[in-house]
């Protein structure tokens, strides 16, 4: 018998975890049964068991999925030096993370704001997703923390608000902005930019009556 390849078992291991994630996105985790996903992916039983023991295996390998792409997606965006104003840097953030799974829709969208909205309400439920989602959210907080040192070391912002409150604030409008995609349909990265500049620039008329 023929050896099967490595780079024949990898592809098939990507043809059942995308087809997986099209079920999740379109229907949830636990609306979606694993006869839902030999469907999706048109293999047997057999074929899919051999790489995956079961629903919940599939689960875990799609959030940590997720979560790994959202994170390198955050770290990437630590490397520029100096770096780029924080409407910038979020936009950049955000375009990666929507084009990580840009290959996979439903309805003609694409999945990966709703597979992010199913991974955070799946650790709602499950203590060591949780644990994972606990560890990658400390990673990218203390990440950005040092972008924000950095945008201080520059004089780009005052130094009276701790850079962890500041990182987490970002994080924030990121993660907010994955939710009105899918919550309320797609709008351009752009919007987002806009408003956080226009924010970034806004003053205390209070201040200078």
């Given at each position: 018998m023929a050896r099967v390849s490595q780079a024949?078992?990898?592809?098939?291991?990507?043809q059942i975890l995308d087809g997986a994630a099209r079920c999740f996105a379109r229907n949830g985790f636990h609306a979606t049964s694993m006869q839902d996903v030999l469907k999706e992916v048109?293999?047997?039983?057999?074929?899919?068991?051999?790489?995956?023991?079961?629903?919940?295996?599939?689960?875990a390998a799609i959030f940590t999925e997720v979560?790994?792409?959202?994170?390198?997606?955050?770290?990437?965006?630590?490397?520029?030096?100096?770096p780029p104003p924080?409407?910038?840097?979020?936009?950049?953030?955000?375009?990666?993370?929507?084009?990580?799974r840009a290959h996979l829709a439903v309805d003609g969208e694409p999945v990966f704001s709703r597979l992010i909205i199913q991974v955070?309400?799946?650790s709602l439920r499950n203590k060591d997703l949780?644990?994972?989602?606990?560890?990658?959210?400390?990673?990218?907080r203390l990440a950005w923390g040092r972008i924000v040192e950095a945008y201080q070391d520059?004089?780009?912002?005052?130094?009276?608000?701790?850079a962890d409150h500041v990182a987490r604030t970002m994080i924030a409008a990121a993660q907010g902005f994955i939710i009105q995609q899918t919550m309320l349909g797609p709008a351009p990265v752009e919007f987002l930019q806009d408003g956080l500049r226009a924010l970034m620039g806004a003053r205390d008329a209070r201040s200078e009556a």
């Open positions: 024949h078992l990898d592809a098939r291991r990507r048109d293999l047997s039983a057999g074929a899919v068991y051999r790489y995956f023991s079961g629903k919940d295996e599939l689960i979560l790994g792409e959202v994170r390198m997606s955050f770290e990437a965006a630590t490397e520029q030096v100096p924080p409407d910038v840097l979020i936009g950049s953030v955000l375009g990666r993370t929507f084009g990580a955070w309400a799946e949780a644990a994972v989602m606990i560890e990658g959210f400390e990673a990218i520059a004089g780009m912002m005052p130094r009276d608000v701790p």
